[in-house]
């Protein structure tokens, strides 16, 4: 059998940052009225083009197809190799006129 490489039999690994991971819930406001909630389909960003912008973007209603988004609350993970996934932040983005246009809204 194989000795720890250490005393205490902790082994250290780096792993590169390869982007972040968006995924959380919309607040969705139905054609013809109503509110309810949608699971965001979760979105991959390259460390590159990580920005509010493309945060903004990442906001969408799951596929659901709605009038608006209301508000949509986030977590954002640090993505790694080898699909490591580290808490960066948790945000509320509001659904302004001027985000409107970034959100994403299927069907």
Known sequence: MKEPENSKGVKTITLKLIGYRVMGTAIINFWGGGQGAADMTP????????????????????????????????????????????????????GTPENQKFFYRGV
Do not use: H, M, W
């Open 43 to 94: 979105t991959f960003i390259p460390v590159n083009k990580f920005s509010e912008e493309t945060v903004l973007k990442s906001v969408n209603d799951g596929q659901f197809g709605c009038e608006s988004i209301e508000r949509a609350e986030i977590e954002i993970f640090e993505k790694y190799e080898r699909g490591v996934l580290i808490p960066f932040d948790e945000i509320t983005i509001e």
